[in-house]
């Protein structure tokens, strides 16, 4: 039996202040399968964008490491899809896809990646960003979930993996790009950042705009009923004698 990675994997300080949270989410189980099951989706079209990628680069060592990348996310989806499954079986869900609003992102976000439209230094410095921010991620994951040792041995196992990922990406931008790779990482870092603020920004802006409506329902919109009410009643009910002056011929449009 291999020893936990704990030790080695980095948590950054805001996963790790964010751990009660974490551990609240990941506490209940139909929740814990939901997040899985997303992940497994997340790792598996990362595996995607991957092999995309080991196409397009012209530079031989960067093609073989993308595929050996590929197949690392390609089998951590199916761990994390298999884990989920096995969860499904042992106790079946209440009801799973109505938890899917509570799940935080996952941790890749390599879902950003536009991979046609990267160059070999752009994609490296995504890529070691992307990794690092999951190797941190699932460091924090792994450490709440100790009540839950077989999916805590998961994100062991993939913690594994995503170190390697952290470590080749960074190894291989300062061979392609010696001079500008900091420039490049913080490019990434502040494209990644942008993103997550548009992606919160808009989620808030639908909460902000369903508590706006709801004040208005019921502050604005009752005196305007109580006065269409009034006026309605003093309205009279049937057919009404039209004024002579407006009661001319229907020939003119005036
Ligand atoms: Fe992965
Ligand atoms: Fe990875």
Redesign the pocket.
């Given at each position: 039996m291999h020893s936990p990675v704990s030790r080695h994997a980095p948590a950054a300080r805001l996963d790790r202040m964010l751990s009660p949270i974490h551990r609240w989410i990941w506490r209940d189980h139909d929740r814990r399968v939901q997040k899985l099951l997303r992940f497994g989706e997340t790792?598996t079209d990362?595996g995607r964008d991957l092999l995309r990628a080991a196409e397009l680069t012209s530079d031989p060592l960067l093609r073989r490491l993308y595929l050996v990348h590929a197949t690392?996310?390609q089998r951590?989806g199916m761990l994390f899809r298999r884990r989920a499954a096995s969860m499904l079986s042992a106790r079946p869900r209440r009801d799973v896809m109505s938890t899917a609003d509570l799940s935080t992102p996952s941790g890749?976000g390599l879902d950003d990646l536009e991979v046609d439209r990267e160059t070999d230094g752009t994609m490296l410095a995504f890529l070691h960003v992307a990794e690092k921010s999951?190797a941190s991620r699932f460091t924090v994951y792994r450490d709440v979930l100790r009540s839950d040792p077989d999916t805590q041995r998961v994100f062991d196992d993939?913690l594994r993996?995503?170190m390697f990922h952290m470590n080749y990406t960074l190894t291989q931008l300062v061979r392609v790009a010696p001079e500008r790779h900091r420039r490049r990482i913080w490019k990434a870092r502040l494209t990644r950042m942008w993103k997550a603020y548009l992606r919160l920004a808009s989620a808030l802006a639908g909460v902000i705009g369903g508590v706006l409506l709801t004040i208005y329902y019921f502050v604005v919109l009752p005196p305007f009923a109580l006065l269409a009410k009034r006026a309605a009643k003093n309205e009279n009910g049937g057919w009404m004698p039209v004024a002579p002056e407006r009661n001319k011929s229907l020939r003119r449009q005036y």
């Open positions: 790792e990362g690392d996310e951590h890749h999951a993939i993996d995503e």
